[in-house]
T-cell receptor, first 114, second 111 residues
Framework: DGGITQSPKYLFRKEGQNVTLSCEQNLNHDAMYWYRQDPGQGLRLIYYSQIVNDFQKGDIAEGYSVSREKKESFPLTVTSAQKNPTAFYLC?????????????FGSGTRLTVV | QQQVKQSPQSLIVQKGGISIINCAYENTAFDYFPWYQQFPGKGPALLIAIRPDVSEKKEGRFTISFNKSAKQFSLHIMDSQPGDSATYFCAAQTGANNLFFGTGTRLTVIP
């Protein structure tokens, strides 16, 4: 089945550590996105990529980094510079050429600082 | 600045009732208006969507009403069921890769 796989489902980070969240899609979508969701809040865009080897900052990129070396993969690194990283992280993808412009989301990674 | 304004923040409806969630936007360049449904601990899933050339779209118990002149659109859930309890996000999009979300509505359907 086509879809987006995020791993791990739960992640714990110690203060001062960098952690990387995985996002893989087999939908052949060109564009991929990372969102952050805090309890009771909407979705805030962290980074997005419309093509391999290219990505742009979203609304809250500080303290995060990404790479897009393959079409299928868009990992997100939460660096120690992110002061409040505890949140639910969602990866999504879309295809500009599709008749439907809807985004497909993964099941998310819940990151907790311990 | 919030591109899409959504209300209410939370909604409690009796089973069998109608749930109504409203959204408003300002940017007339938006040309695709999807609604997403999110269950706790899961990612949002596309529920239903509309383009501005139609005023209403219905899929089962879910209906989008769209008022282009007022720049408003709403989701109606008829015969609401406890299984509909989730957070609903409206969104507006320009082009295929430029999506703006509302802040979400937490719907609770009481048996």
């Amino acid at each position: 089945d086509g879809g987006i796989t995020q791993s791990p489902k739960y992640l714990f980070r110690k203060e001062g550590q960098n952690v990387t969240l995985s996002c893989e899609q087999n939908l052949n979508h060109d564009a991929m996105y990372w969102y952050r969701q805090d309890p009771g809040q909407g979705l805030r865009l962290i980074y997005y990529s419309q093509i391999v080897n290219d990505f742009q900052k979203g609304d809250i990129a500080e303290g995060y980094s990404v790479s897009r070396e393959k079409k299928e993969s868009f990992p997100l690194t939460v660096t120690s510079a992110q002061k409040n990283p505890t949140a639910f992280y969602l990866c999504a993808s879309s295809s500009p050429g599709a008749r439907s412009w809807g985004y497909t989301f993964g099941s998310g990674t819940r990151l907790t600082v311990v | 600045q919030q591109q899409v304004k959504q209300s209410p923040q939370s909604l409690i409806v009796q089973k069998g009732g109608i749930s109504i969630i409203n959204c408003a936007y300002e940017n007339t360049a938006f040309d695709y208006f999807p609604w997403y449904q999110q269950f706790p601990g899961k990612g949002p899933a596309l529920l239903i969507a509309i383009r501005p050339d139609v005023s209403e779209k219905k899929e089962g118990r879910f209906t989008i009403s769209f008022n282009k002149s007022a720049k408003q659109f709403s989701l109606h859930i008829m015969d609401s069921q406890p299984g509909d309890s989730a957070t609903y996000f409206c969104a507006a999009q320009t082009g295929a890769n430029n999506l703006f979300f509302g802040t979400g509505t937490r719907l609770t359907v009481i048996p």
